[in-house]
C-alpha cells in the first residue's frame, strides 16, 4: 500500500518561494505517475489534472497556466518524494495542496495535504 505525506506548507508572504514535498513510503514512486492537486477556500479542487504532473519517466512535465512559469516539479527517487518548488507566490495561490499517485491497474493514492496561505 503506498501511502503519501505532504509536507512544507504555512503562512508566505507574497513573492515567496516556498517548497511543498510529497514524501512516499510502501512503494517506490519511480512506478507511479505524480500529480499535484490544489483547492483554494469556498472551490472545488483546480483542473482535472491539478496544477502540476510528471510521469514516471520524467520526460513530460505538466503545468496549469495558472503556474506555468512559476512552479516547478521534481522527482527525488532515491528519497522516494516528489517536490513542487514555488515562486513567486500571490494571494490566489492560497490553497490546501495535495499529492496524488497513479498507475496502470492501481487506484488513485491521495496524500491528506498541506495549508499553504499567501498573506503579507
Known amino acids: 500500500q503506498l501511502q503519501l505525506v505532504e509536507s512544507g506548507g504555512g503562512l508566505v508572504q507574497p513573492g ?10 510502501g512503494r517506490p514512486l519511480e512506478h507511479y505517475t505524480i500529480g499535484w492537486f490544489r483547492q483554494a477556500p469556498g472551490k472545488g479542487r483546480e483542473g482535472r ?16 497556466d495558472s503556474v506555468k512559469g512559476r512552479f516547478a516539479i521534481v522527482r527525488d527517487n532515491a528519497k522516494n518524494t516528489i517536490y513542487l518548488q514555488m ?7 492560497t490553497a490546501v495542496y495535495f499529492c496524488n499517485a497513479a498507475a496502470t491497474g492501481q487506484p488513485y493514492y491521495w496524500g491528506r495535504g498541506t495549508q499553504v496561505t499567501v498573506s503579507s
Open 16 to 25: 515567496g518561494s516556498p517548497r511543498l514535498s510529497c514524501a512516499a513510503s
Open 49 to 64: 489534472e491539478g496544477i502540476s504532473c510528471i510521469t514516471t519517466d520524467d520526460v513530460r512535465g505538466y503545468y496549469a
Open 87 to 93: 515562486n513567486n507566490l500571490k494571494p490566489d495561490d
